[in-house]
């Protein structure tokens, strides 16, 4: 029973009372239920969080873009209340998720923001379907790319410390979420171990991440089904590595934010696959950005989403 009242606490319908205006809201496109909140009036903007969160990720800067945007922050598949199938984790698929939702909902053309994973599938809507976002924003993350092929399988000598290393980094969970059964058998009922380890790792200031906020991961990411969908999503990094090869360049305006960890490389990469981008540091922050540096996303945010496209 205890158990229950626990997991209530950090329920969907108990967390929307921290962001008021803000609903929970199911829709079923493409096969898949998804969970998503909605709040604010005015061009819809997607929001699509990263791992290990969810939707409440967003919490720390929702509010001020729903100021002058209708804000719709999915749980992409796979994540939180959103179902968990056994396969389409490929961010070829999930875009089509996200797709079905823009059409369902009538919205036309979006601007989509991803963090981390959930970069990775606004990406794939730009790539795929150019004609439904009106601009992109990517934090902290970009497409898979071949580029994954050259991560190390050791760390280079000296440079695998309490923080990682943004020249040299060594992200080691990338090849652990590879294997299949075995981080469901070590990590369920042991998530915490595995989440609060990362967040001191990639965060310059960790305390940013409240203790209500890693209950609500840990909470999320800690059964066998949760564990599974969202190892999935880098499962099928070959099958995205393999789909950017048909793929042309973005044409949209695209916005990059890095944090210390990923400036530089996003700043190299994305000028490759988008002819109007601009790429933000927010150089004092780690790879959790709207918690270590809310304030600095919203200014790099709500000026490029107001001003006006150049071919209008």
């Known amino acids: 029973m205890s158990v229950n009242i626990e ?10 009372k ?21 709040g604010g009036s005015g061009a819809p903007l997607i929001c699509l969080p990263g791992w290990p969160q969810t939707w409440y990720s967003y919490q720390p800067v929702a509010q001020q873009l729903a100021k002058k945007y209708r804000v719709i922050i999915i749980d992409i598949r796979g994540m939180g209340s959103s179902e968990k199938p ?14 079905g939702l823009i059409v369902q909902l009538n919205l036309g053309k979006v601007s989509i923001m991803g963090h981390d994973i959930g970069g990775m599938v606004a990406m794939s809507l730009a790539f795929n379907h ?8 990517i934090l902290d993350g970009a497409h898979p790319s ?36 075995l981080p469901e058998q070590l990590l369920e009922g042991r998530f915490h171990y595995l989440q609060d380890w ?23 990411y800690n059964d066998t089904e949760s564990i599974r969908a969202s190892n999935a999503w880098y499962q099928t990094f070959n099958q995205d590595i393999e789909d950017t090869k048909n793929y042309q360049q973005l044409t949209m305006p695209v916005l990059g934010i890095g944090s210390y960890i990923s400036y530089n490389y996003m700043n190299m990469g994305l000028p490759h696959v988008a002819t ?29 989403l107001a001003k006006k496209n150049k071919s209008k």
């Open 7 to 16: 997991t209530n606490k950090f329920s969907d319908a108990e967390l929307i």
């Open 18 to 38: 921290n962001l008021p205006g803000f609903k929970n809201k199911y829709i079923t496109t493409n096969g898949v239920q998804l969970h998503y909140v909605e």
């Open 86 to 99: 056994q396969a389409g984790y490929d961010k070829k698929t999930m875009a089509e998720d996200i797709l």
């Open 130 to 137: 150019p004609e439904v976002v009106e601009k992109l924003v």
């Open 146 to 181: 071949e580029g994954m092929m050259q991560m190390p399988l050791m760390p280079a000598p000296g440079t695998f410390k309490e923080k990682m290393d943004a020249n040299m980094p060594y992200a080691w969970w990338m090849g652990f979420n590879q294997v299949k059964g």
């Open 198 to 220: 990362l967040f001191n790792y990639v965060m310059v200031d960790a305390s940013k991440m409240t203790k209500l906020e890693r209950d609500v991961y840990a909470q999320a």
């Open 276 to 304: 109007d981008v601009k790429v933000v540091g927010i150089l004092e922050s780690g790879h959790y950005l709207f918690e270590e540096a809310p304030e600095q996303v919203l200014e790099a945010v709500v000026p490029f």
